[in-house]
């Protein structure tokens, strides 16, 4: 079975007026994305959204990594307008909050793939080279050391950074380094 997985499409990443937004880049993958969450549906296949959910006193906006963002109880966490109504009411979406770049760390993703087998995670959303990178090399560990049958599929037209460079260098990695099938 297939998943999609869905990294931090929320408002103050995507929303141009967002906190800590993509600029253009986040804006321009929405058609595909939406695209795919469409396909995703129509085939009755699981969609995992994982998106930030922080507060003031989290290690990256208390240290200045970066300003205040998907700060929980905040419209800035939610998940893109448009995007939000596609899964809206559909029961094979699930969603969890996470605290650190990598969707796999202390969140229920893991275990949901291999309780629900799924073979292939299919992933979109931003940043390139922050989240959606530390993601792949999450998923990259568990199935180096659980799962070897685990694919993962990052779709280059349904991922995006607001720094093109090291979006490019992190799709490259993806590529290379994590062997991430690039779609």
């Known amino acids: 079975m297939e998943a999609l997985l869905l990294i931090d499409l929320a408002r103050d990443f995507i929303d ?4 800590l937004n993509c600029g253009r880049a986040g804006q321009e993958i929405l058609p595909y994305v939406r695209k795919v969450i469409e396909q ?3 085939d009755g296949r699981p969609i ?4 930030d959910a922080h507060t003031m006193e989290d ?4 240290a200045g990594l970066f300003p205040p963002h998907c700060l929980i109880g905040t419209p800035g966490r939610d ?3 448009g995007l939000a109504a596609l899964v809206e009411g559909y029961d094979r979406y699930v969603t969890w909050p996470k605290k650190t770049y990598d969707a796999t760390y202390e969140t229920p993703l893991l275990d949901y793939l291999d309780e629900h087998r799924i073979g292939r995670v299919h992933v979109l959303g931003v940043c390139t080279d922050i989240c959606v990178v530390s993601t792949c090399l999450g998923l990259y560990k568990h199935r180096v050391t659980k799962r070897e ?8 037209n349904g991922v995006a950074s607001f720094n093109s460079r090291a979006h490019e260098m992190a799709l490259e990695h993806m590529d290379r380094v994590l062997k991430c099938t690039l779609v």
Request: glycine fraction near 4%.
């Open 16 to 19: 141009l007026d967002g906190s």
């Open 59 to 62: 290690f990256e906006i208390r």
């Open 40 to 42: 995703f549906r129509r």
């Open 48 to 51: 995992l959204d994982i998106r």
């Open 79 to 81: 998940l893109e307008a």
């Open 149 to 156: 049958d685990l694919e993962i599929a990052v779709h280059r």
